[in-house]
């Protein structure tokens, strides 16, 4: 009897052991073809831009672009534009998070908060803000005031909408029990409520790290100046292509990079949650 | 039904009171009347715009782009996005490639579009095609690979050919995420329109916007940008209403 148990426990775990390494071929598997599929697309990039079949204006090939790249790197045009550009998104970005979770979480407090800025945030959020660009460089000038404050007027709306959503969405029996053993409002809401909702918060700061790139770089597109943006602008009124290129190249790179550190951060924070669970 | 009508009101008072201290703070000249024209000159100048038929033609210029790109995107994204999550050997190659283009800032190829095919309609529904369709791609990708696998069998061993089976099948149970990404596609459309137009144009609602503005035509400027904002909002809504419509079989 003992005997048929062992082999059917070892036939289990001889299963588990395979399937683990299914698994394991499998991610292995998709990393490298994932990182064939990008070598291709480099590659194919390279022969096609060489092949004659368009003019070097239209697409220059990787290699050109890529000791652009390197040359902007070396005399540190590329580390004071990228600077500058971060700097704006990141300020925007940080104004809207914090704003943002102020103003969803003092909604959720008050009721006249909450009728004021109702109507305002619901028809705001699906507006394309960037058509009001003309209006903040007629009030703020063409400088960095007017560029944050435009990615700060994009991004706040879904930090907003997150932070309610997730105070909504907390536990009654939480709060319940909480007040019972005698805890503070304000207590409360820095030990219960914000935690409880920092899943859902942090899904509205990942909805608006991306957005306050895009309209910090459309902003210095729109008004020139330093900056990523304006110098894919800049090489585009002097026809110079391979500059083109280079900053989408530097534009992708740093858009993966910060959408990662976002994503690690999230999983940073939310250890304790469930989500997290089995990684 | 006046009790619903008093509702509505008093919800959207807050609106109307930032309306009136807008023309209010103007007419004072609490704020300068440049830099904020009063509310009603504003309107009296959409009046104009309109009667001179030029917000029209601009709005019919942008309308067109605007629509071309975003059914290009969901056409070509759609598909695309459904064939990644039925034929796997698609889906470990192209995934990679939606992977590394779906956090791309899409404003960095207003200059690239620029250069390929210039000032006109064709660089604005290129940017919007490429812009929107990652998101439509995922959107239906994941839909699609939620679809239940008992159904799709099923649906095979009753002799469904393979085209069938994605029309049939797998198209209805994805068509919620699918939506959703169409949503956020909108929304990017408007978003990468009006930019693209603002910096390089000679055409369409941002080119109007940047003409008015330079020429110190601000109360038409105000009317201009708050035009193309109530149409994006109106457009989100009228989506939301026939996304429901769509997915009323789903209850």
Not at chain 1, 67 to 78: F, K, Q, V, W
Not at chain 2, 125 to 143: E, K, R, S
Not at chain 2, 160 to 183: C, F, H, K, Q, T
């Amino acid at each position: 009897m003992a005997r048929v148990e062992d082999q059917t426990t070892l036939a289990q775990a001889q299963a588990n052991i395979s399937q683990d390494a299914l698994r394991r071929l499998d991610s292995v598997f998709r990393t490298g073809a994932g990182v064939f599929s990008i070598l291709l697309l480099l590659i194919a990039w390279e022969v096609f831009a060489r092949s004659g079949r368009v003019t070097a204006f239209m697409l220059p090939p990787f290699s050109v672009v890529a000791e652009r790249i390197y040359a902007d790197a070396i005399s540190g045009e590329l580390w004071r534009n990228l600077g500058v550009t971060m700097v704006r998104a990141m300020a925007g970005f940080v104004i809207a998070a914090v704003g943002g979770v102020t103003l969803g979480t003092l909604m959720s407090r008050s009721k006249i908060v909450h009728w004021f800025f109702d109507p305002i945030i619901s028809v705001g959020f699906p507006m394309p803000k960037i058509a009001f660009l003309p209006i903040i460089i007629l009030w703020l000038g063409l400088y960095d005031t007017a560029k944050i404050s435009i990615v700060v007027l994009d991004a706040i709306f879904p930090v907003v909408t997150a932070t309610l959503a997730g105070i909504a969405g907390v536990d009654k029996v939480l709060l319940w029990s909480a007040r019972n053993m005698g805890a503070r409002d304000n207590a409360i809401m820095w030990q219960i409520v914000l935690p409880a909702a920092l899943p859902q918060i942090l899904t509205g700061l990942q909805v608006a790290l991306p957005i306050a790139l895009i309209v910090a770089i459309i902003a210095e597109m729109a008004m020139g100046g330093y900056g990523l943006g304006g110098a894919m602008m800049t090489a585009s009124r002097y026809a110079n292509s391979p500059a083109v290129f280079a900053g989408i190249v530097e534009i992708a790179v740093v858009g993966y990079a910060l959408i990662k550190a976002m994503a690690l951060i999230r999983h940073r924070l939310l250890v304790w949650h469930e989500e997290t669970a089995g990684h | 039904m006046t009790h619903a009508i008093r509702q509505t009101t008093l919800r959207y008072l807050p609106l109307v009171l930032i309306a009136l201290g807008w023309e209010v703070a103007a007419r004072l000249n609490i704020i300068d009347t440049l830099a904020l024209p009063p509310l009603s000159s504003v309107a009296v100048a959409w009046v104009d715009l309109v009667r001179d038929g030029e917000l029209i033609d601009n709005g019919i210029a942008s309308l067109y782009r605007g629509s071309a790109g975003l059914i290009l995107a969901v056409a070509v994204g759609g598909g695309l996005g459904l064939c990644m999550a039925r034929w796997r050997l698609l889906d470990v190659f192209v995934n990679p490639l939606v992977e590394l283009f779906y956090p791309l800032p899409k404003s960095a190829l207003i200059p690239v579009t620029v250069l390929w095919l210039g000032f006109g309609d064709g660089s604005k529904i290129l940017l919007i095609f490429l812009g929107c369709m990652i998101p439509v791609t995922i959107g239906a990708y994941n839909g699609a690979r939620g679809s239940d696998h008992a159904l799709v069998w099923s649906a095979r061993s009753m002799g469904a050919r393979r085209l069938r089976v994605m029309w049939d099948v797998v198209m209805p149970s994805a068509l919620p995420e699918l939506l959703n990404g169409i949503r956020t596609a909108l929304a990017l459309a408007f978003i990468l329109l009006v930019s693209s137009e603002l910096i390089v144009s000679q055409k369409g609602f941002g080119y109007l916007i940047g003409y008015l503005g330079s020429t110190g035509a601000y109360e038409g400027m105000y009317a201009v940008v708050l035009t193309v904002a109530i149409l994006g909002f109106a457009a989100d809504r009228i989506y939301q209403f026939l996304m429901q419509r769509l997915l009323r079989w789903r209850e």
